[in-house]
């Protein structure tokens, strides 16, 4: 499995994915899960994805060939929603091509957030289905997550605001990933996040973090002594003591 | 969904369950998922259901009505060890008999957690799965979930081990509780809590917990505020910056 998220907020986008793949529990393996397509000043766009590895490789490789040649890519396409339509095409156009006539019971599905912005728009962001139809985000839901998304929920529903700052934000994103790790395999370090603010349209340098990197042992360490903190504080009801 | 989770510590077994029951999200219902099989002084044992409602329903009514009769039931039974397997064929004949001869894409399948303790044996506690097959808890993994456990699991992780006090662990599963139910529509109030302590033998009585419970509601409360304050705490690192 795979845990990516992407919030869409009032001060701009943040990125988090993380980088374990596995089939099975025997065959893990380390991949990227977040690709940048970008024209400093004009286009800044970010797709995560997860599921089948071979079909968001080939999905992402297509999408990267075909910004070299003629016809719509997501180099020259003029607004984010047409960049989740041609991810979602593209992702179809895999499945179909990996599938063929072959009834089989591997799924070739994945899912992708696309998020970014393009000149002339505000920043946007998509989720796209594994049948290649999409949702976008909005102020009242700011946030996607796929792949492994449940053990990370909670903390994302308690946090994240359409208004939440960027750091918060991304504060929030790194104990979210912090408490998947923990509770599901499946999901490892390294991670990569990435902010990208408003109207910005600079250069986009995801940050990437490792098992070594000091400042999230520190935020690990502090939030699990902040919640024992707070679990100490709380009052015990009077039928506690009936048992 | 459901959401059901049983703890066996030092002191004694802890279990929380929901009452939400849906078929899609306009079929919605309470039951409860708690059901209880004692003879005070003698045995207390407790079961937590997840899964098809119907079967779960069969199961217990059968549970119920051998007791009242000859032959081996939950009531006669001399170890936890008889109680989960008795439980796991009972899952068995249940889904035999309805699934029938037809093929169905209809999930028959169950899941049911078996805790308590009988006269000459330690608390213990058995998760039993669809198959009818089951596992014990042991010191290492103290606690079982069923259901949507995936949202509550992070904070079980954190804090829970074979050492922690009842009470902390009631809390904790309250705080489990409450996480789910926060992010996910199919798991509601009210729920059921229950605290067994060892070689007590007491007559077990569930405590109810709804809506209006003025304690659930401060521990909610408590949790959120304490939660945003630990993490208004946390420090930004220098890589905040550079976005």
């Excluded at 994915?17 to 025997?26: C, E, I, K, L, Y």
């Excluded at 041609?86 to 992708?112: H, K, M, P, Y």
């Excluded at 999409?134 to 102020?139: A, D, G, K, N, V």
Aim: hydrophobic share 35%; aromatic share 10%; charged share 25%.
């Amino acid at each position: 499995m795979t845990y990516c998220a992407a919030l869409n907020l009032k001060d701009g986008l943040v990125f988090a994915s993380d980088s374990r793949t596995n089939a099975g529990v025997d065959h893990i393996a380390t991949f990227r899960k977040m690709h940048l397509f970008q024209q400093p000043g004009e286009r800044a766009i970010v797709l995560l994805n997860s599921g089948n590895l071979a079909t968001t490789q080939s999905v992402v490789s297509l999408l990267r060939a075909r910004t070299l040649h003629d016809g719509e890519h997501l180099l020259n396409i003029s607004s984010l929603y047409d960049a989740a339509r041609l991810v979602g095409e593209t992702v179809r156009e895999v499945v179909d091509r990996d599938t063929g006539q072959q009834a089989s019971n591997i799924d070739f599905g994945c899912s992708f957030l696309v998020g970014g912005q393009i000149r002339g728009e505000q920043p946007r962001l998509f989720n796209v289905y594994p049948q290649g139809n999409f949702i976008e985000s909005s102020t009242d839901t700011p946030f996607f997550q796929i792949g492994e998304s449940k053990y990370g929920k909670p903390i994302l529903d308690r946090v994240i605001r359409y208004e939440t700052d960027m750091n918060e934000a991304l504060k929030c994103l790194l104990i979210s990933f912090d408490s998947t790790i923990r509770s599901n395999l499946s999901v490892g370090l390294p991670m990569e996040t990435l902010r990208y603010r408003i109207d910005s349209f600079a250069e986009l340098r995801p940050h990437r973090i490792d098992e070594g990197d000091e400042y999230f042992q520190q935020l690990r360490g502090r939030w699990a002594s902040g919640l024992r903190q707070v679990f100490a504080s709380l009052p015990d009801p009077e039928w506690f003591d009936e048992a």
